[in-house]
Structures are given as C-alpha cells and as structure tokens.
C-alpha cells in the first residue's frame, strides 16, 4: 500500500555533491515522520536525517552543515541534498516513512564517493 522508491544515486569525487530523491506513493501529510539511513558495505544501518510533518529536520553528527533534507508536499517527495562528499558518504542510502508507528523502506540507491 505504500511505496517509496529513491533516486539520485551515483559516483562522485570527494567535494562533489549529489541530490537524492524519494517519491511516495502516498501523501507526505498521512506520514508522521520520513528520513534517510544509508549502509555501509559491512556496517550497520545508520540514520542520516530525518523531518517530520511539521518541517522539522534533524541530522546525525557527521554529515551536519553538509547534507540538507526537506520535502516537497505537492511532490510526495523528499530529498537530501549532499555536499561536500567525502569517501566515508559511500553506502547505500534508504528512504523511510513511518505512519501509525508502521515503518516503510525504499530498495535504496547506492551512492560512491571516490577520494
């Protein structure tokens, strides 16, 4: 019934920038909150960024100043601009929405950040 599906993945070299996009199949109103995790090969999942229904947006640590995500309602999309690349950014990134304390998952997109 819900269906995210990113886009905007690629390779970069380090300083360069790219934007991911993720397109619902719902409405962003019917969400409480969406964001984005991305995984390292080898590592564990780990949140990026998050915003909530309201526009509040919040960041992990390491990619603060640097990576930006919003929403475009009219859309049904979010995104998550990320500049100033660096090889540690290499993963695979998720988009997820959670409704009603239910959790929903993109298949992800790879993104590469060469030195």
């Known amino acids: 019934q819900v269906q995210l599906v990113e886009s905007g993945g690629g390779l970069v070299q380090a300083g360069g920038s790219l934007r991911l996009s993720c397109a619902a199949s719902?409405?962003?109103?019917?969400?409480?909150?969406m964001g984005w995790y991305r995984q390292a090969p080898g590592k564990e999942r780990e949140l990026v960024a998050t915003?909530?229904?309201?526009?509040?947006?919040d960041y992990t640590d390491s990619v603060k100043g640097r990576f930006t995500i919003s929403g475009d309602n009219a859309k049904n999309q979010v995104y998550l601009q990320m500049n100033s690349l660096k090889p540690e950014d290499t993963a695979v990134y998720y988009c997820y929405a959670r409704r009603n304390a239910l959790d929903y998952w993109g298949k992800g997109t790879l993104v590469t950040v060469s030195a």
């Open positions: 915003i909530t229904s309201s526009g509040y947006t």
């Open positions: 719902g409405m962003l109103s019917i969400f409480n909150g």
